[in-house]
């Protein structure tokens, strides 16, 4: 009976494994894998972004996710082109699935108005998914000698260990207006374009094309506050999630510092026709070109049983190196 129990919960585990992807609730600091078009967009010279995520935290061992990237802006015949690189890794519990990102991106803006801007970009990359199951013991690992379950004793299963590769392209666009008292931008953004084939756990799967739609409005109030709902849509075959909500942030107005925000959010993790997920509360501080921010995931789908895994906590540390960009401009001076 306990053998049978054992190889439920192992089935259940490779039916996970499967699943699994990356994906991080602070989808805004985590641009790059919301948007190709997202490569760029900054004011500034260029940008580095490490996110971290770890789910699961009520066990002894929660998945972890790290997303890496930088992008930067190139000037070429007085106009924008963008370039970006990411590297993102994904290691589930006890060590079992490890899924690895690397990607480039290539990105232009263009101005339709002096208030409102384009940008597109192009990604191309490739992902890695290893298994193993090093990091398990089974029943006939048991030791009786010492009580304790040995990884070194043999077993006499047969588990398949499985490497998997793919190349994987992504597309986005992004329109965003500016205005003195409040900022729009909307997105829409298509990944794994080439409908890639994974090889994997002995299954030939054709991964379908992952649809993307994001937006936001940022509005100041009274000078020193800042309301800013945000939200994004996802969904791949009849598989949806949408995470929306809002910040607002107090700007700080001591004279010793450049710019500096305080600020607080409020958001929910759901999708059409399944429950919702998750509550996420953030809070973060903008400081001069530094923005960090802390979230955590709360579960409220009422399956506390079976998704103990589903709170979460991130940490998003981003800098930005001001814009070193010279415009051409006329400057007057005496005639001799």
């Known amino acids: 009976m306990i053998r049978l129990i054992h190889t439920i919960l192992l089935m259940l ?4 494994l499967q699943s699994q992807t990356i994906h991080f609730s602070q989808i805004f600091s985590a641009s790059m894998i919301t948007n190709p078009a997202n490569c760029g967009n900054f004011e500034g010279d260029w940008r580095f972004t490490d996110l971290i995520r770890s789910q699961g935290n009520n066990f002894t061992d929660p998945y972890k996710t790290n997303l890496i990237s930088f992008d930067k802006h190139f ?37 339709i108005t002096t208030k409102s801007f384009l940008l597109f970009g192009l990604q191309a990359g490739y992902v890695l998914k290893n298994s193993s199951l090093s990091g398990l013991t089974l029943p006939e690992q048991f030791d ?17 260990f499985s490497n998997s590769g793919y190349l994987d392209f992504a597309s986005g666009v992004i329109w965003k ?16 374009l080439n409908k890639p084939r994974e090889n994997f756990m002995n299954n030939s799967n054709e991964l379908q094309p992952k649809y993307v739609i994001h937006g936001s409005f940022g509005k100041k109030i009274k000078g020193v506050i800042y309301l800013k709902p945000q939200f994004c849509y996802t969904w791949i ?20 510092m450049k710019t500096a925000l305080i600020y607080l959010g409020v958001y929910v993790r759901t999708g059409i026709a399944r429950n919702n997920d998750s509550a996420i509360l953030l809070t973060g501080l903008e400081l001069n070109n530094w923005n960090i921010c802390f979230s955590y995931d709360y579960d409220i789908s ?17 800098y930005i190196r001001p814009n070193t960009f010279l415009n051409n401009k006329t400057i007057p001076c005496d005639l001799y």
């Open 13 to 16: 585990a490779c039916n996970f």
């Open 237 to 256: 075959n009849h598989s949806s999630e949408l995470i929306a909500g809002s910040n607002i942030g107090y700007r700080l107005t001591q004279k010793s």
């Open 302 to 318: 009422g399956l506390h049983s079976i998704t103990s895994r589903s709170n979460a906590v991130e940490l998003s540390v981003v």
């Open 75 to 111: 000037r070429i015949n007085n106009q924008q082109i963008n370039s970006s690189i990411y590297f993102a890794n994904d290691l589930s519990a006890q060590n079992t699935l490890m899924i690895n990102q690397f990607f480039f991106t290539g990105g232009y803006q263009t101005s």
């Open 177 to 192: 207006y500016k205005h003195e008292k409040f900022e729009t931008e909307i997105g829409a953004a298509v990944f794994q």
């Open 144 to 160: 009786m000698s010492s009580g304790q379950f040995n990884s070194g004793l043999p077993y006499s299963e047969n588990f398949t």
